[in-house]
């Protein structure tokens, strides 16, 4: 008797193998369940592939208006919507600490003054 466990990640039921051979989940419910939390995860890429897009578009922006090693007020982004929340790598410039979006980079200093690179 083979012996499969529910796909649900809140779960780990056993499916007897008297259920349908393909099941993947012990009940409705965890079908329903999982597939819900799949969408949620899809919605969450989604959104964060959209905000990145977003902030690499307001950083080429004002690129193009302050340029490197002209700092400005972080001000600026918090009033263009920048998502402060996205967590992308980190590098060492300089020996200044720079956070990756894309095709630019930002250094955000302790009196909240911003200095944009272009990686
Ligand atoms: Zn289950």
Not at 14 to 29: A, G, K, L, W
Not at 48 to 69: H, M, P, Q, V
Request: contains cysteine.
């Amino acid at each position: 008797m083979s012996q499969q466990i529910c796909q649900n990640f809140n779960c780990y039921e056993p499916i007897f193998s008297y259920h349908h051979q393909n099941r993947r989940y012990c009940s409705e419910h965890c079908y329903y369940e999982n597939k819900l939390m799949v969408t949620n995860m899809q919605n969450e890429q989604r959104r964060s592939a959209l905000n990145i897009a977003n902030n690499d578009d307001i950083l080429k922006l004002l690129y193009a208006k302050f340029g490197e090693k002209n700092y400005f007020s972080a001000a600026i982004l918090e009033s263009k919507m920048f998502d402060w929340s996205l967590r992308d790598r980190d590098i060492f410039k300089e020996t200044l600490k720079v956070r990756i979006v894309k095709n630019y980079g930002y250094t955000l200093f302790n009196d909240e003054t911003i200095l944009l690179w272009k990686i």
